[in-house]
């Protein structure tokens, strides 16, 4: 079992430096050169020389990565052109906000998809299937921030019950959640659906029916437990989606996460930090996956016996 | 040696044309699959006749600023916007963008994916390695946040958008190829070809992919539906298609300025997605339950 | 066919909650009326009550504003967002009165000019503190002065500068290269507030923070807010409100909605569509007054195409004002034909007028040797009315054969492209709120000055890239000028020559919007957007 998660881990390490190459050099190919945003409009040429050199900019691109992972690797992220603070301060900074965002979206996800998703297995070409059915069919249809925009002006602007933006209380995550929730929400009962269906034709399930267990214990309990599996695979692999969701979500109801972080800096030119931002989140993501797979490999018996042996 | 040969390519024909006969027929059964292809036919239909129906300058982008802000009316059906334009003709001449950028990204997805994917699983070794990890690597970056990375490199053009948007959905492609390729690599017939001395690359193409059409095409539906959205996606963010361009995302962001006083702005363009992404989403659902026997639903 | 209808009927249902609102009367074009809730000034700025001294006032008070403050380093930006801070936490030699636009004692109490107007003394207080209690002397301002000569964003004002002597802590001599009649003005500005020699030293980031004014900084959290806190220990007496936090609102709906929920005090810049809103809420009142905030169009004079003279003029006859104010401002501005602001001095009444006609566009065009649809530009604009203007003007120029591409950015990245040297762009729409005198004006927004190697470069906000030894030489003559009716007449004769150059399209000047919560007292509103919050405060 060690030997599967070290493997992983080793794995990683490649994965993450490459994500940092592409992303840095996606960002480096912007034209412009961005010292005299931060110079001003009378700087001399040794000023400005003397400020590439601050800011890092000179030498080749692969230079200029290398010296980017070596500070990477203590924690530094650089200096945003704009405010000059520090990019992983900035970083940690909406880090908390835009998780508790995608928890509680992945939340109401869970909350919405998995009920609905037995009802429509269980009751399987009936109306309440199909109307089930539709429901995910539109809510993966729908883009996410048009649904955000219709649930602001609803349930906020015209019936005031949910503030519609900022990150005061309680209350203002909920819109925003709903809005990054019902697209995972509508994945999730797809699956859930199908999943359920492929175990409940499963000779097991006959067996415990002509024991005589309750139809109820047969699903719950037998049905469920192995339909999970499939469904926390998806789930895992839909935390990065749920992340890029809620750049839109923080977008439209003015959310402080690091989504509207990314956003913002690119309005405003500030490569530093779009490069940081969106490299923190990849590795949040990849991480994310591996302790999903990690569990996965746990949970379902067939890997655990490969790997236990 | 001949009659073997007509024997084997007369019976590969008949089974070919039995596998599209029995797909289409599946695929008519499906009502929702026919409802999805209608729309959708329709919404094409839109686009294309666009240019004839209205004229681009005083139409689509020309201004009337005294009829600004006017709510759905008859002489407006969908009102006007905030520079007086009329809603209705802008979400028409929209279609034209969002699917010309949601085609043309998963075309650059798909050929792009499919060259490498089948290449890496037929190759095999350090290339494929080397591919597939890339291709994790890609996949881990958000899509929406590697969209918007490569536009703002890029600059904001509708080219650009089709560049962003496919790079981003490159990677199912890279992994439906290789899964398919893997398949069938070690089959008899593709030895007896390389044993006859058929060129690889005439291999790949003619023994191998043709056993992942029906997935890629799958695939492919299914993702110029989350394409459109993307482009959206991008354009609302301020990324996408640059002004006056009528697309659907940028009248969306535009519209949610007035969204107190002048919601209908924000009602229509969103029905213009959600519409042709449905119509997407049933043909890419009822294709897949039509071609591959082994997902019943 | 069941399960479209169910589906149909949902969507509809969940349509009607939605759009219940009903339509609304569309936006008329508002008549212009006055309104304030204080007395207005010579100036145009607004004051708002006085505070009392025997009132209860709040402990905080939050004003939602649009920008997001860059930097606290006095010297490190002029952009207005920054400004604002600068006035709380920092002061500088002399202000100007809101009232009148006299100058008035800032940090020093008096001063003195020789005869031949080239030496200034200052005498300052002894009493004066900076905001971590360290006594300020007359070093610290000599400090300020010298570190601007090396800031990119000060140098401009100190260039005139030729000695700075410390007679003692209290007292401090200047003495100038040659007279200038606007260099108290020049001192009053934002940007040469007073820094602490010892804090800036030993923490040269930080350090610029600190000054001798009412707040210091207590927090700053860039993209979201930016709090301070009052500084008992203020030799005039401690601020009424312990703490003011600028809280960020990218969008002007938000913000409004965060005013009317009672979760900021102050909104600034509302949406002019919203303005109605603010009017009707028994609780909020609308603070209105014309600015000096001249919206125009810079053209990049060395791009191609912007070179030739008949082009620019092509496009100050394409740009449509009066639509422009009408769907960018929903009819809440004043077109704007002359090159410096209304009440600067010499403001030529007769400037030619480029009128909105496309017909003379069109002919200015064929004069340039262009052909319609040979010229492309792109156009920045931050924004979300400027967005509309640039849309107007595009479709304006796309009936003369001249295609526009706009490019839409946040104001810092904006700020950022017309500073950047290489001064890579070609047009943009922007503004600038100069009533630091006629010369300043002038000189900043068009002239040039050479460089050792005799070439010319342009100066510090010159956007047109214009560089004219002509212009310069007449500007030169102007400030020196020492009979009024002359200087007037020189000032109108640079304006009609600027006017045959072409180097802007100046469009409007609007009105300064701000909604507050009913009671609000002891602010300043001043026509340049450069707020003075420093005695604000709102009753319990």
């Known amino acids: 079992m060690y030997k599967y998660i070290i493997k992983r881990l080793l794995m990683l390490i490649p994965v993450l430096l490459g994500v940092a190459f592409v992303i840095f050099a996606i960002m480096n190919v912007a034209e412009g050169d961005p010292v005299y945003q931060v110079a001003g409009p009378d700087a001399t040429q040794e000023q400005l020389e003397a400020l590439r050199v601050e800011m890092g900019l000179n030498g080749s691109l692969l230079q200029r990565y290398f010296r980017y992972i070596g500070k990477l690797l203590q924690g530094d992220l650089g200096v945003s052109y704009i405010s000059k603070m520090d990019v992983m301060k900035l970083y940690l900074q909406r880090l908390p906000n835009t998780l508790r965002l995608a928890s509680l979206a992945m939340l109401v996800a869970v909350v919405i998809s998995v009920p609905l998703g037995i009802v429509a297995a269980v009751n399987q070409n009936t109306w309440k299937d199909t109307l089930a059915m539709i429901l995910a069919l539109i809510g993966l249809s729908m883009p996410n921030f048009w649904l955000g925009l219709l649930l602001m002006l609803l349930f906020a602007l015209k019936l005031g019950w949910f503030p519609s933006g900022g990150a005061e209380g309680f209350a203002s995550v909920i819109l925003p959640a709903v809005t990054v929730g019902v697209g995972l929400a509508a994945l999730l009962t797809r699956t859930t659906r199908s999943s359920m269906l492929d175990v409940l034709r499963q000779d097991y399930l006959r067996t415990a029916r002509a024991k005589g267990v309750s139809e109820r214990k047969v699903i719950y309990h037998h049905a469920l437990r192995n339909a999970l599996i499939p469904i926390i695979t998806i789930f895992g692999v839909q935390f990065s989606n749920v992340l890029g969701g809620s750049v839109l979500a923080e977008t439209v109801f003015a959310w402080p996460g690091v989504g509207r972080l990314v956003v913002d800096a690119i309005d405003q030119r500030d490569i530093p930090t779009v490069t940081g931002a969106l490299i923190m989140t990849t590795m949040l993501v990849t991480i994310v996956n591996l302790v999903v797979d990690i569990v996965y490999a746990y949970v379902d018996p067939r890997i655990k016996a490969q790997y236990t042996k | 040696m001949k009659e073997t040969k007509t024997e084997t390519r007369a019976s590969k024909i008949y089974k070919k044309r039995s596998t599209l006969e029995m797909a289409w027929r599946q695929l008519r059964r499906n009502k929702g699959a026919i409802i999805g292809l209608i729309l959708l036919v329709i919404i094409i239909i839109a686009a294309l006749i666009a240019p004839l129906l209205f004229d681009y300058n005083t139409d689509v982008v020309g201004m009337n600023v005294k009829e600004r802000m006017k709510w759905p009316s008859g002489a407006h059906i969908c009102g006007t916007d905030e520079l007086g334009r009329d809603i209705f003709t802008r979400i028409i001449y929209g279609a034209r963008y969002s699917l010309a950028v949601g085609l043309v990204a998963v075309l650059i997805a798909l050929i792009v994916g499919v060259l490498l994917g089948s290449a890496a699983g037929y190759i095999g070794g350090v290339f494929e390695n080397v591919v597939m990890r890339i291709c994790d690597i890609f996949s881990s970056i958000p899509s929406v946040l590697m969209a918007i990375a490569v536009v703002s490199a890029l600059g904001k053009s509708t080219i650009n958008l089709m560049i962003a948007v496919g790079i981003a959905s490159t990677a199912p492609f890279v992994r439906v190829a290789r899964a398919a390729v893997l398949v069938v690599r070690d089959e008899e017939y593709v030895e007896a070809a390389r044993a006859i001395g058929q060129p690889d690359w005439k291999i790949v193409m003619v023994h191998i992919l043709p056993n992942c059409v029906s997935q890629i095409i799958v695939q492919a539906t299914l993702r110029v539906g989350s394409a459109i959205i993307s482009a959206a996606q991008l354009s609302f963010l301020g990324l996408g298609v640059p002004a006056p361009a009528p697309e659907w995302g940028s009248m969306l962001a535009s519209g949610r300025l007035y969204i107190r006083d002048y919601s209908y702005m924000t009602l229509f363009p969103g029905i213009a997605i959600m519409i042709t992404v449905l119509s997407l989403n049933l043909l890419g659902d009822g294709l897949r339950d039509a071609l591959d026997p082994k997902l019943k639903r | 066919m069941k399960k479209i209808t169910v589906s149909l009927l949902i969507f509809v249902v969940f349509a009607g909650f939605v759009f219940a609102g009903g339509s609304k009367e569309n936006a008329k074009v508002q008549k212009v009326t006055l309104e304030s809730s204080g007395e207005a000034t010579g100036t145009g700025a607004v004051k708002s009550e006085e505070v009392k001294a025997n009132v209860k006032y709040k402990d905080t008070v939050t004003i939602g504003v649009s920008n997001d403050i860059t930097t606290l380093d006095p010297q490190g930006s002029n952009t207005d967002a920054n400004m604002m801070a600068f006035y709380l936490t920092h002061e500088r030699l002399v202000n100007k009165d809101p009232n009148n636009g006299a100058i ?124 301070f806190v009052r500084y008992d220990g203020y030799r005039k007496g401690p601020a009424p409100t312990r703490k003011i936090v600028f809280k960020l609102f990218k969008e002007a709906s938000t913000r409004l909605i965060a005013l009317q929920t009672g979760e900021i005090d102050v909104c600034i810049d509302p949406s002019t569509s919203d303005l109605v809103r603010i009017k009707e809420d028994q609780k909020l009142q609308l603070i209105k007054t014309p600015n000096v905030v001249m919206l125009y169009m810079p053209m990049q004079m060395e791009k191609k195409g912007l070179d030739n003279v008949h082009v620019r003029k092509a496009l100050a006859y394409a740009m449509d004002k009066e639509s422009i104010i009408y769907a960018a401002y929903d009819g809440e501005a004043t077109v704007q034909n002359n090159y410096i602001n209304r009440g600067q001095f010499g403001l030529n009444p007769n400037i030619h007028v480029y009128t909105y006609d496309l017909a003379k566009a069109k002919e200015e065009l064929a004069l340039s040797g262009y052909k319609p649809g040979d010229l492309t530009f792109h156009i920045m604009v931050d924004k979300e009315f400027k967005r509309t203007a640039a849309l107007i003007f595009q479709n304006s120029c796309s009936q003369i054969g001249i295609n526009i591409v706009i490019e839409e950015m946040e104001t810092a990245a904006l700020k950022g492209k017309l500073n950047d040297a290489s001064l890579n762009y070609e047009l943009a729409l922007y503004q600038f709120t100069d009533d630091l005198g006629t010369d300043y004006t002038l000189r900043n927004q068009h002239g040039s000055t050479a460089q050792a190697d005799g070439s010319l470069k342009k100066n510090g906000s010159n956007r047109c890239n214009m560089k004219d030894p002509k212009f310069n030489t007449m500007l030169d003559a102007a400030l020196v000028e020492t009979d009024n009716a002359k200087r007037q007449a020189d000032y109108y004769a640079i304006e009609d020559y600027l006017d045959g150059i072409c180097p802007i399209v100046p469009i409007c000047t609007s009105y300064i919007n701000i909604g507050i919560k009913k009671g609000l007292a002891g602010a300043v509103w001043m026509p340049d957007a450069k707020h003075d919050y420093r005695l604000i405060a709102l009753p319990e």
């Open chain 3, 104 to 227: 008035v004692p800032g940090l020093a109490e008096s001063w003195t000019v020789s005869e031949d107007g080239r030496t200034y003394t200052f005498t300052f207080p002894s009493n004066v503190t900076f905001t971590n209690g360290s006594k300020f002397t007359a070093n610290d301002v000599k400090y300020t002065y010298d570190k601007a000569k090396s800031s990119s964003f000060a140098s401009q004002k100190v260039a005139d500068i030729k000695s700075i002597e410390v007679i003692d802590d209290t007292h401090l001599r200047i003495e100038l290269k040659k007279a200038n009649q606007e260099f108290l003005l020049l001192m009053a500005h934002g940007g040469m507030s007073i820094m602490s020699k010892a804090a800036c030293e030993a923490d040269p980031v930080k350090g610029p923070y600190m000054g001798t004014g009412m707040f210091a900084l207590e927090s700053w959290v860039p993209g979201n807010y930016c709090s």
